[in-house]
């Protein structure tokens, strides 16, 4: 089963002198188990398109569905929707509130009328899945790290066992290396569960490493929508939209420019180092 978006628009402040358009005839399928990455600049219509799929907004035209389900229907239950289509808000204060980390990530299963010792569990395996230590478990939320508090955001949704991650900047004011951390558990989980993964960033080097498909946004319309390589050949009109190749796509460029034999569709650093080795000579 897939989300379906459907000639879908959303046009903030409508019937107002103020209305502006946030996505505009958007038509996309999601199948399962995918990792997606959605990339655009600030404005593009990025988090408007996410905070769809699990209806936190309705368009204001146009259809979404859900495992075959019209999700904005009378009568559609849009409770159990976001514990299958979970949402890892930017800013990881705002979806932390409990007295402790454990009772944070128990609130969802909780909330889903399971028995107690089923939401502990889910809650404990949540957060070991996240790279959370137990002795931070009783400690407040807010008294954590930047890069610890997303953890926590993003166990606290695992917990529901999700169909599909939706992560919103996940590595927004991390460190290289506090983002990497978090981006490999995120794409060690959806190999190990199958679960559908859709990354919003910035960082097109973070994209280039860990998707299957890229949807660019631009002026709240679906620019791109391919593999990382085909999208990346697109460099040039990328720039024009205040996008970027990674950087490896620019070296690589240059060195073709410059004879040597390489593959300018490279997006990755393993994948440079093995196509120059080979360039030269070397194994």
């Given amino acids: 089963m897939s989300i379906i978006l459907n000639h879908v628009n959303h046009i903030y402040e409508e019937d107002t002198a103020m209305a502006f358009p946030a996505l505009t005839d958007i038509n996309l399928e999601i199948p399962d188990g995918q990792f997606i990455g ?23 035209s146009g259809e979404i569905y859900y495992n075959g389900a019209d999700i904005n229907e009378e009568g559609f239950n849009k409770k159990e929707l976001r514990s299958k289509v979970g949402l890892v808000f930017q800013y990881p204060e705002h979806q932390l509130f409990e007295i402790d980390v454990f009772s944070d990530v128990c609130f969802g299963p909780k909330n889903l009328g399971l028995e107690k010792k089923e939401v502990e569990l889910r809650a404990y395996t949540a957060l070991k899945q996240v790279g959370i230590a137990d002795e931070y478990f009783y400690q407040s939320p807010f008294d954590l790290s930047g890069g610890q508090k997303r953890r926590v955001a993003i166990a606290g949704v695992l917990a ?49 490493k860990y998707v299957d498909r890229i949807i660019v946004m631009n002026k709240s319309r679906v620019l791109f929508d391919d593999v990382p390589k085909e999208v990346f050949r697109h460099y040039k009109e990328l720039e024009k939209v205040g996008l970027a190749a990674p950087q490896i796509t620019y070296i690589m460029q240059e060195l073709k420019a410059k ?21 030269l000579g070397k194994k």
Avoid: C, F, W, Y
Avoid at 38 to 60: A, D, E, F, R, Y
Avoid at 262 to 272: F, Q
């Fill in 38 to 60: 959605l990339i655009g600049h600030t404005g593009s219509g990025k988090s408007t398109l996410v905070q769809h799929l699990n209806g936190l907004l309705k368009p204001t």
């Fill in 160 to 208: 529901m066992k999700p169909e599909v991650l939706i992560l919103d900047e996940p590595t927004a004011g991390l460190d290289p290396k506090g983002r990497d951390e978090i981006l490999d558990q995120i794409a060690k989980l959806r190999e190990e569960t199958g679960m559908t993964v859709i990354l919003v960033s910035h960082s097109m080097e973070d994209v280039a």
């Fill in 259 to 279: 004879g040597l034999n390489v593959d300018t569709d490279i997006t990755t650093l393993e994948e440079a180092k093995e196509a120059i080795l080979k360039a």
